[in-house]
């Protein structure tokens, strides 16, 4: 019976002043990497913003130059239609 005794773990109490130290670096690493994650997060969700905004802005303008665009189209087949001899490239001059 004592040699099972000695195979068995056992696990001293004590507690070393360099564990308590270690502890609470540890804890303050934690503490730490939390702080400068919800920073880091923070930045983020503001460049994110900021690129929406951006993005809708110009969508918003290309949304304008698409509806100038089919304008003139427009205009330029109306143009046409009213001017069928005024096609400057069959005369080769400008």
């Known amino acids: 019976m004592a040699e099972s005794e000695k ?3 056992y696990f001293n109490k004590q507690i070393d002043l360099s ?14 990497t939390w702080v400068n994650l919800q920073k880091q997060l923070s930045v983020l969700q503001h460049d994110i913003t900021n690129l929406l905004e ?4 110009f969508q918003q303008r290309i949304e304008e130059l698409t509806r100038s665009s089919i304008c003139y189209e427009y205009r330029l087949r ?9 096609d400057i ?3 080769g001059k400008m």
Do not use: M, S
Request: hydrophobic letters at 50%; glycine letters at 6%.
């Open 78 to 86: 109306a143009i046409e239609k009213k001017l069928p001899d005024a």
């Open 19 to 32: 564990v308590l130290v270690q502890i609470v670096f540890l804890a303050v690493l934690i503490v730490g």
């Open 54 to 57: 951006t993005q809708r802005q």
């Open 7 to 9: 195979k068995n773990w």
């Open 89 to 91: 490239g069959k005369n």
